[in-house]
């Protein structure tokens, strides 16, 4: 995710760096998570994380790469969708996304917040996520 100050592109260096320090652990704490690209880089490695931050995207893709061990089975959802799933053998997934994908773009919370578009009206417009990317959030 494009994001000002997004360390996706330094988090190798930074595990480099502790290692050289010898730093070890088995948990790690992210206070500023962001879209949680150390969290995510340090979970694959099979440490505990814990995250933290203000902005309530984060608190989203937090709860989503972060807290989340397995991919949804979506029991509760699946009987509400009036999507056609992708094929006979479809992931509960795989029908989330066919039903998501037939909706259109609606402007939601990110956009509303955190984009040039969402905030054109304030004296210095919002810049947190790329132009591109101004679909609507699915979050809690």
């Known amino acids: 995710m494009r994001y000002i100050g997004n360390k996706e592109n330094v988090v190798s260096r930074i595990d480099e760096i502790l290692t050289r320090k010898h730093i070890a652990g088995e ?9 949680t690209s150390v969290g995510k880089y340090y979970k694959r490695l099979g440490y505990r994380v814990e995250t933290a931050d203000f902005m309530y995207f984060s608190y989203c893709l937090q709860k989503a790469y972060i807290e989340n061990n397995v991919i949804p ?11 056609v799933p992708p094929g006979l053998f479809a992931t509960p997934l795989e ?14 919370f ?11 009206d304030l004296p210095q417009p ?3 996520l ?9 979050c809690p």
């Not at 704490?29 to 879209?35: K, L, P, R, V, Y």
């Not at 089975?73 to 999507?83: C, D, I, T």
């Not at 990110?110 to 054109?120: E, F, R, S, V």
């Not at 790329?130 to 699915?138: E, G, H, K």
């Open 110 to 120: 990110i956009y509303t917040h955190y984009t040039p578009g969402g905030t054109a």
């Open 95 to 108: 029908q989330v996304m066919t039903f998501l994908n037939t909706l259109g773009p609606e402007p939601g």
């Open 73 to 83: 089975g979506f029991e509760r959802l699946l009987p509400e969708l009036r999507a």
């Open 126 to 128: 919002r810049m947190y």
């Open 130 to 138: 790329d132009p591109s990317l101004q679909r609507a959030a699915i």
């Open 27 to 35: 948990s790690l704490f992210d206070f500023f998570a962001g879209t």
